[in-house]
């Protein structure tokens, strides 16, 4: 258990890569995909899909910002990124949480298919963006 990260670096990558640094927030442009390890300290790896019904990503030429917050993790933490800082909101309520988490669950489903739910749609995202070697070309 780390300290609360109060500050995001960014790194632009073609491939997410398996070890995660606390701090670092990984884009893929290639993949349209953000993730990072959870700003709580807890470890957990935040994905994040950026397209229309996912989240936004702007990058000023300095730092990135995502919307909308993230949120409704295991750890239950809820904060948004801006210009590359973590602003931490209040925790989200236990019906918010299932609904972000829905609404993840959801937006996962429409980008990457419906493989079967007890595989956790960013396991499944995880195993796409991490794996090159078999991707087809
Ligand atoms: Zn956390």
């Not at 701090?23 to 899909?49: I, W």
Request: aromatic share 10%.
């Amino acid at each position: 258990m780390s300290p609360r990260i109060a500050h995001l670096d960014h790194s632009f990558v073609r491939f997410i890569p398996d070890d995660l640094q606390d701090g670092v927030l990984y884009v893929s442009m290639e993949y349209k995909t953000v993730a990072h390890r959870c700003c709580c300290g807890c470890g957990e790896k935040v994905v994040t899909p950026i397209s229309p019904a996912g989240w936004e990503l702007t990058f000023d030429g300095r730092a990135i910002s995502l919307s909308p917050s993230i949120g409704g993790g295991t750890c239950n933490s809820h904060y948004f990124i801006r210009r590359g800082r973590v602003q931490w909101a209040r925790p989200l309520t236990k019906a918010e949480a299932g609904s972000a988490l829905l609404h993840d669950q959801a937006v996962a489903d429409r980008l990457y298919g419906g493989a079967p739910r007890r595989n956790r749609w960013w396991n499944r995202l995880w195993a796409r963006v991490a794996r090159p070697s078999d991707r087809p070309q």
